[in-house]
Structure formats: C-alpha cells, structure tokens
C-alpha cells in the first residue's frame, strides 16, 4: 500500500466525520435556535381578535379572551347611557385622565367608548386582579349602595364601577377599567387589540 492510498483513505474519513459532525451540530442546533422563535400559542396570545356583534342586544354583555384577559362588549341601553351622567360626581376619574392605564384617546370621554352604547373594557379590577361581576340592574342590591345605577361590584374588597367602568371614589381601585386599544371594522365587527393609531 502507498503512501498516496493511505492519505486519500484518511482524507476520506476525515471528510465523512466533517460532514457527519457537521449534519449533527445543525441538528442540534436547530431546535435549541427555534426555542427563540415564539409558540404559536404565544403569537396568538398577542394577536388581535375579531369579534361579531350583531347579535348583542341591548343591556346584554359577550367576553372574548385577548391576551389572556377576559374583554367585556357592552351593549348599553339609553338608561345606561344616562345613569353615566348621574354616577359622573361620583367617581373618582370621570374623564380616564389618569395614567395607570393608557387608556386610547377616543376613550377619554364620559362613556368611555367609540360609540355610546359599545363599551369594550378589560374585565380585571385595578386593585389586586380580581374579575368583578356585572350588576346591572338598578337599585338598593347586597354590598351595593340604595341609589346604585348599575355597573360592577368586584366581590373581593368591594371595589365598584359604573356602566363605563369608571371606578367609584374611596374604594380600593386604585384606577378604572383598562379599555383595550379597538376599532370597528365594520358598524357589527369589532377589532380588539388594534387601532388606527398604533
């Protein structure tokens, strides 16, 4: 055997380990670069959703989920739409002016919402996280007040918001309903998540 027999030979196990090193440092590399890549579930967590509202009728309330938190749609009737002005002394930012949230611009009005009636809100308390419950109906109701016009009690300390979730004075919320970034898409399609402005 020659000397020039001997070093192709090695020349060509050299190659094969290479290449077989290679093949399994990009197979380990693979995954291990694709942890980086958020999950499918996690790029949906963040998406906006579309939400059809046709069928809410006045006084009634849908929740879809965005980002892991629960969204309440409001179809407000005329009465609701008017205890707003009557609960306006009574809570403690009429106009969304603090800025624990950022609360869009086209939601720093006395309903706070695109349209009067439709109210989008994020249905977690300002104070520890709490989910409040709807209480809708008017009048003197356990833990609420005798004049209550209708709107939120949060049943772990007592915290309460009008029919725009607009947090009551001297209760432990420190701050009203967060509104989400939105937009219609349509006079029934909701965007929630996104707006013309971001």
């Known amino acids: 055997m020659s000397d020039q027999q001997v070093d192709k030979g090695r020349r060509t196990w050299v190659a094969i380990a290479c290449g077989a090193g290679a093949v399994g440092g990009v197979a380990t590399a693979v995954p291990f670069v694709s942890t980086f890549q958020p999950s499918e579930k996690a790029r949906a967590a963040g998406a906006a959703v579309e939400v059809d509202i046709s069928a ?12 892991g938190k629960p969204v309440w749609i409001i179809k ?5 739409l008017e205890s707003l002005k009557q609960t306006e002394a009574q809570v403690a930012d009429p106009v969304s002016a603090r800025t624990q949230y950022p609360t869009p611009e086209y939601a720093k009005n006395q309903h706070r919402s695109i349209k ?53 004075k001297n209760k432990p919320a420190p ?20 707006d013309k402005k971001a």
């Open 56 to 67: 809410l009728q006045p006084g009634e309330m849908t929740t879809v989920e965005w980002r």
């Open 175 to 194: 701050d009203n309903l967060e509104v989400p970034p939105h937009m219609y898409l349509s006079d029934t399609k909701l965007l929630i998540g996104e």
């Open 116 to 168: 009067p009636e439709i109210f989008v809100g994020v249905g977690i308390c300002s104070h520890l996280g709490c989910s409040p419950s709807a209480k809708f109906a008017p009048g003197a109701q356990p833990s609420l007040p005798d004049d209550w016009q209708g709107g939120f009690l949060c049943p772990c300390h007592g915290s309460t918001f009008d029919m725009a979730g607009r947090v009551f």
């Open 76 to 80: 407000r009737t005329p009465q609701q």
